[in-house]
């Protein structure tokens, strides 16, 4: 009768430590898998914002290889023209003046 008493104590502590693991399985897996979900979405924000940036760039160097285009092709006046506009360049014989907005 005693044997029998512990037996069922026994199994019973088994399946209380089952059910119990199954339960802390279910909601560690549960929550890992909510972790997931949140990172897939910040993944996916950077992704668009990488994109977004990399469209800017990609329009950046279709303008750079145009005007390069252009001044391979251009005259001489054209290629001075955008030295002294982009690069100050001053020709011989000329002085530069620079002109300041007076403040207010």
Known sequence: ???NLVNST???VIVILVFALLVFLNIY??????RQEQEIIDLQKELS??????????QINRDLR????SL???SKEMIEEEARNGFGMVGEGE???HL???EK
């Open 100 to 102: 300041e907005e007076p």
């Open 1 to 3: 009768m005693l044997k």
């Open 49 to 58: 914002i990488q994109q977004t940036e990399n469209e800017k760039i990609a």
């Open 29 to 34: 897996v549960w929550k890992k898998d909510r």
């Open 10 to 12: 026994a199994k019973l």
């Open 66 to 69: 145009q005007k390069i285009d």
């Open 72 to 74: 391979k092709q251009g």
């Open 95 to 97: 002085t530069f003046f």
